[in-house]
């Protein structure tokens, strides 16, 4: 199709009109018959490495005037808005800016085609679109697909177009349309296969933690039940600075706290402390203050810890109850971060979830033990995370093919 050498026919070249489209009406570079207006199609096979090519596949330039013999003054549409001349050599043709801030390039094939002729095959579209499409292909990080699918895409376009390029061509549409179907065909089948393979995976984790979470709904029913018309006093201190905001807290009897071995029944309350009782002796061994300066705190003789987590209670069995089930909890939670974790890292589209992820990895790594209620609120809230991530992984998929397709045809179709 091309006619790099012979620089005196002027043949008309088409694709096979049996292809049902538009027809792609070319001529050889012959510099006595270029006309302002006209289009230069340049080859730039030769230049480009084996791997995907297209986006640099072709560049366009616009004919500004000619000697008539052997050069031409032309206009890149690159957005490059200075003149380059356009010469003949032994080798094919040199392309060099006019104001010479660069060496230029030599191309071995280029193709002629008249203003009208460009505009009646939308040349300027199609090969923007080329452009496009192989820039798109290639940027997997910013498009969030997997490197593997990229390399697959890369493999597949060596194998149909050809070492050089040669079946990319928009000076060929047919053949190049045909090939860039057969590389989405392919290219598509084995990213489906890769998410095929995530699902699965996401589903099998999903049903652990469902079953996780069932575990720890069952235990929730099994522990003591709060009643509600408990004595309470709320404390309230002003916040440490103008911007801060208060801090409340709300104390009930028949409650309790519970950490390893320093679990205590709350069972006084004054306007300002709740007190605490060591269920197994009877005693109060201390108490619990709300300050401006400190917020809130524990007065105990060998504990102090900073958080506020009530539980109900109201003897030394309830409470030895309810550290057996945040015991049980925190076992069932670090089994299935360690799962969730191992699957982020082993999952083929691990960068489309990434961002579906990060919720579900804050929660799964924030804490080191697990009461009741945090472990039923984070295995819901995985659950719900793991179903998101499914969706996502799905929709980058569904997008990418679809937008790879939209490419091909303003490239190459009708």
């Known amino acids: 199709m091309w006619r790099g050498e012979d620089t005196t026919s002027q043949e008309l070249l088409t694709i096979d009109p049996s292809y049902g489209r538009n027809l792609s009406i070319m001529r050889a570079i012959d510099f006595s018959n270029l006309h302002t207006g006209d289009v230069i199609l340049c080859d730039n096979a030769e230049l480009l490495p084996e791997y995907y090519g297209l986006s640099h596949r072709h560049k366009l330039y616009i004919v500004a005037s000619t000697n008539g013999t052997d050069t031409a003054l032309v206009i890149p549409n690159d957005g490059v808005e200075?003149?380059?001349?356009?010469?003949?050599?032994?080798?094919?043709?040199?392309?060099?800016?006019?104001?010479?801030?660069?060496?230029?390039?030599?191309?071995?094939?280029?193709?002629?085609?008249?203003?009208?002729?460009?505009?009646?095959?939308?040349?300027?579209?199609?090969?923007?679109?080329?452009?496009?499409?192989?820039?798109?292909?290639?940027?997997?990080?910013?498009?969030?697909?997997?490197?593997?699918?990229?390399?697959?895409?890369?493999?597949?376009?060596?194998?149909?177009?050809?070492?050089?390029?040669?079946?990319?061509?928009?000076?060929?549409?047919?053949?190049?349309?045909?090939?860039?179907?057969?590389?989405?065909?392919?290219?598509?089948?084995?990213?489906?296969?890769?998410?095929?393979?995530?699902?699965?995976?996401?589903?099998?984790l999903i049903t652990t933690i469902k079953s996780t979470y069932k575990e720890l709904l069952d235990i929730a029913a099994t522990l003591p039940t709060y009643q509600g018309n408990n004595e309470s006093v709320t404390i309230t201190a002003p916040g440490r600075n103008s911007w801060s905001p208060d801090e409340t807290y709300t104390f009930h009897t028949g409650t309790g706290i519970i950490n390893g071995d320093n679990n205590y029944l709350i069972t006084r309350l004054t306007k300002t402390r709740a007190h605490l009782t060591n269920p197994e002796t009877g005693n109060e061994e201390g108490y619990i203050k709300v300050t401006k300066a400190d917020g809130i705190s524990y007065e105990l003789p060998t504990w102090h810890p900073s958080?506020?987590?009530?539980?109900?209670?109201?003897?030394?069995?309830?409470?030895?109850?309810?550290?057996?089930?945040?015991?049980?909890?925190?076992?069932?939670?670090?089994?299935?971060?360690?799962?969730?974790?191992?699957?982020?890292?082993?999952?083929?589209?691990?960068?489309?979830?990434?961002?579906?992820?990060?919720?579900?990895?804050?929660?799964?790594?924030?804490y080191t033990t697990f009461t009741i209620p945090e472990a039923i609120a984070i295995a819901r809230n995985n659950i719900t995370v793991l179903e998101g991530a499914k969706e996502v992984i799905v929709d980058i998929m569904e997008n990418f093919i679809r937008t790879v397709s939209q490419l091909t045809e303003r490239a190459y179709g009708a």
Do not use: M, W
């Open 82 to 204: 200075k003149y380059y001349t356009f010469t003949q050599t032994e080798d094919g043709y040199a392309i060099t800016p006019l104001d010479g801030t660069c060496s230029g390039i030599t191309i071995k094939e280029a193709a002629h085609f008249t203003a009208e002729e460009a505009d009646s095959i939308s040349l300027f579209k199609r090969a923007r679109a080329q452009a496009k499409l192989g820039a798109y292909i290639k940027d997997t990080y910013r498009n969030n697909i997997p490197l593997n699918v990229g390399l697959e895409y890369t493999g597949l376009y060596k194998e149909k177009v050809g070492k050089n390029h040669e079946k990319s061509t928009l000076a060929n549409i047919a053949e190049a349309y045909e090939a860039q179907c057969a590389i989405n065909t392919e290219g598509e089948k084995h990213y489906r296969a890769l998410v095929a393979e995530d699902l699965a995976d996401l589903d099998q």
């Open 307 to 366: 958080t506020y987590e009530p539980v109900p209670a109201n003897t030394a069995e309830d409470l030895t109850a309810q550290q057996e089930a945040t015991e049980k909890a925190n076992e069932l939670l670090h089994k299935d971060s360690e799962a969730l974790t191992n699957l982020h890292r082993n999952l083929n589209c691990a960068r489309a979830a990434e961002d579906a992820f990060l919720d579900l990895n804050d929660l799964s790594r924030r």
